[in-house]
C-alpha cells in the first residue's frame, strides 16, 4: 500500500510500494483527486479527463467476480443469446463473417458461440495477453478482436490497445465492452455500484474510454449500452462470485425466495456496461483544426473575419477553413469568391439560402480535420479563444468542449446587451433561461450554454450520426446527439458581444422557438445512428 495525505481531496504521495501511478494514464495530467476506498484501495480520478482507477493498484489480477458455472442449462441459454447479440453487432459493424477471432477476456460461452459463427477463435485472459504483450506477434494477424470485461483489469491498458492495434488487419474491428461509469445502475447505486472492486483497476465513462481508444490510434466509434439479458437464477450465481458483504447476502436471500417458474425467464436489467466498436486508424503527425464558416448576407464583417482566420497560428496544429455560402443578396459571394483560390480555403456554394444548420452540414461532408470548430461569420465570438478551446482536446482530456458565453449563473442576463433594444435583449435572455432549464430537465444534465456556436469536437466523435435541422435548431441537435452517443462536454469561458437585429442578426422570435421545442423533444427517443453506422437500429434507439 501508499501512505498518503489528502488536502483539499488532492493527493500528495509520501511514499510508493507497489503500482502507483502519479499522472492519468490518458491525459498525463498530474493532478489526482481522491474519492473513496474500494476493498482497501484508494480511488483516484483525474482532475482533467475524469478518468477513475485504484491508485496504488493490485498487484495481480483477481477472478473475483467472473461466473464461471454454466452447468444450469437455462444460465447457458442465456448467456449464448447475448454473446450472439454481441458478435452480430461485431459483424454488422466490421461486415466480417469469419476469420481469426482475439478474444481477451469472456468466458467459454463467447468462445463457444464464437466458433459456431465461424471465427477462428484464440482465446486468452487480460493478464495472459498482458505477459504475452511483449512476445513476438505476428502483426495483422486478426480479423477482429473483443475485449470483454477485461480492458479494465489491466495494469496497463493503453499498452494493450496499442499491442492489439498492431495485432489487427488495417480492416480489423476492435470491440471493447467495459463498465461504464454513465451506465444507469453506476448512477443509480454510485460508491456501492458492484463494479467498484479490486478486480478492476480503471473505471471508465463512454468519454474516457474513447479517449484512451483514440490515443492507441483507434477511430470510426460505435458505442451502444450492452443490455445483456439476465435471469434470477443467473443474478442469484453472480451474487454468490461477489464479497460477502450484508446487501448482497440480502439480494441473494429475496432471490432464493422468488417462485421456481420465474427463476430461468430472461429479463432485461438495467446495464452496467457499453460495448464501443472502433477500427485502427491512420494517426497524424500534425493535427488539423477545420473551421467550418456559414456565411449569408454578412458584408460587413466576412473579411475582417477572414483576414483574422487566415492569421491565426495554433501551434502544432494545421487549420483549414471551410466557407459554405449561402448565395447572399448583398455582395458577399463576391468577397466569398475572393479567397476561391486559396490553399488552405474550401469555398462551397449553395443555389439557395437554406438555413445555418443546413450551411453547416454541407461543411462537415467536406471537412478533413481532426477536430472540427464551428464559427460565424457576424464576429459575435472571438477567435482568439481558439487556443483554450483546442487545448483539452489535443491534450485527451475532453471530446466535446463548449464555449460558454456565461458560466456564472448570476450573469446570464448579460449575455445580451442590444443596445439599441434594452427590452428586447431582456426578452431573448428570459427565452435563454426558459430553454437551458428545459434542456437540463430533459437530459439530466447541469449545462450553462449548450446552445453557444463555439463548439469544438474530435471529428471522430460524428461517426454514425446524421443530422437533419437546418436552421438554428442545429445547435440543439447536434449537443443532444454528442451528449446521448456519450460525450459529456466540458464548458469554458469565452469572449462575446451579441450584436442586434439592426445589426444582421437572423433568428426569428417567432419560427425559431418552435423548431428548438421540437428539438428538444424528437431527439430524445429518436434513432441514434443512421442506418449505414453498422449497428442494429434498437441500440441506437436505446443509447442514453
Not at 118 to 131: I, L, N, Q, Y
Not at 481 to 507: C, D, I, M, T
Amino acid at each position: 500500500m501508499v501512505a498518503f495525505t489528502a488536502t483539499r481531496k488532492k493527493l500528495q504521495f509520501e511514499t510508493s510500494i507497489g503500482h502507483v501511478h502519479r499522472r492519468c494514464p490518458v491525459c498525463d495530467c498530474p493532478e489526482l483527486d481522491y474519492e473513496f476506498i474500494v476493498d482497501n484501495y484508494p480511488v483516484c480520478v483525474c482532475r482533467y479527463c475524469t478518468l477513475m482507477f485504484l491508485n496504488p493498484q493490485p498487484e495481480r489480477h483477481s477472478d473475483s467476480g467472473v461466473l464461471k458455472d454454466f452447468s444450469d442449462s437455462g444460465i447457458y441459454d442465456i448467456h449464448s443469446a447475448n454473446a450472439g447479440e454481441r458478435l452480430d453487432q461485431l459483424r454488422e459493424y466490421s461486415g466480417v463473417e469469419q476469420g481469426k477471432l482475439l478474444l481477451i477476456g469472456g468466458d467459454e460461452v463467447l468462445e463457444d458461440e464464437s466458433r459456431r459463427r465461424g471465427f477462428d477463435v484464440t482465446r486468452m485472459s487480460a493478464a495472459e495477453f498482458e505477459d504475452a504483450a511483449t512476445r513476438d506477434w505476428p502483426e495483422h494477424e486478426f480479423e477482429a478482436c473483443v475485449l470483454f470485461s477485461s480492458l479494465q483489469t489491466m495494469q496497463e491498458p493503453l499498452s494493450a490497445l496499442m499491442t492489439i492495434r498492431r495485432l489487427l488487419k488495417p480492416h480489423g474491428t476492435l470491440m471493447a465492452v467495459c463498465p461504464v461509469l454513465d451506465s444507469r445502475t453506476a448512477r443509480l447505486f454510485r460508491s456501492s455500484w458492484w463494479e467498484f472492486s479490486k478486480r478492476n483497476r480503471y473505471y471508465f465513462s463512454r468519454d474516457t474510454l474513447q479517449s484512451m481508444l483514440l490515443k492507441a490510434g483507434f477511430g470510426d466509434p460505435i458505442i451502444v449500452p450492452d443490455e445483456s439479458a439476465v435471469s434470477l437464477q443467473y443474478m442469484r450465481k453472480k451474487l454468490a462470485t461477489l464479497p460477502p458483504r450484508l446487501r448482497y447476502r440480502m439480494l441473494k436471500l429475496l432471490l432464493s425466495l422468488s417462485p421456481g417458474f420465474l427463476r430461468h425467464r430472461a429479463f432485461r436489467f438495467l446495464h452496467s456496461r457499453a460495448a464501443l466498436m472502433v477500427r485502427p486508424k491512420i494517426m497524424p503527425q500534425t493535427p488539423v483544426l477545420s473551421v467550418i464558416v456559414p456565411v449569408y448576407n454578412e458584408r460587413a464583417t466576412f473579411v475582417p473575419l477572414m483576414e483574422a482566420l487566415l492569421a491565426k497560428e495554433i501551434n502544432g496544429v494545421d487549420v483549414e477553413i471551410i466557407l459554405v455560402e449561402s448565395n447572399s443578396t448583398d455582395g458577399t459571394r463576391e468577397q466569398v469568391l475572393g479567397y476561391r483560390d486559396h490553399p488552405r480555403v474550401t469555398v462551397i456554394l449553395e443555389e439557395r439560402p437554406q438555413g445555418k444548420g443546413h450551411a453547416v452540414r454541407n461543411g462537415l461532408k467536406a471537412a478533413t480535420g481532426d477536430i472540427i470548430l464551428i464559427q460565424d461569420a457576424d464576429l459575435e465570438y472571438d477567435i482568439g479563444d481558439y487556443d483554450g478551446l483546442l487545448e483539452p482536446i489535443l491534450n485527451y482530456q475532453q471530446n466535446f468542449v463548449i464555449g460558454s458565453r456565461h458560466l456564472s449563473r448570476g450573469r446570464v442576463w448579460k449575455i445580451r446587451q442590444f443596445n439599441d433594444a434594452g427590452g428586447l435583449a431582456a426578452l431573448f435572455n428570459f427565452g435563454h433561461m426558459t430553454f437551458l432549464g428545459l434542456f437540463n430537465l430533459i437530459y439530466q444534465q447541469r449545462l450553462n450554454d449548450p446552445f453557444s456556436m463555439f463548439k469544438v469536437f474530435r471529428r471522430e466523435c460524428l461517426y454514425g450520426l446524421s443530422f437533419e435541422c437546418n436552421r438554428f435548431d442545429f445547435d440543439f441537435e447536434i449537443a443532444i446527439k454528442l451528449l446521448r452517443k456519450g460525450y459529456k462536454p466540458l464548458e469554458l469561458p469565452v469572449n462575446y458581444r451579441s450584436r442586434s437585429f439592426k445589426e444582421g442578426k437572423k433568428v426569428s422570435m417567432f419560427r425559431d422557438p418552435l423548431t428548438w421545442l421540437r428539438a428538444l423533444v424528437k431527439y430524445r427517443t429518436s434513432p441514434l445512428y443512421s442506418n449505414t453506422a453498422g449497428v442494429g437500429r434498437r441500440a441506437g434507439a436505446d443509447q442514453e
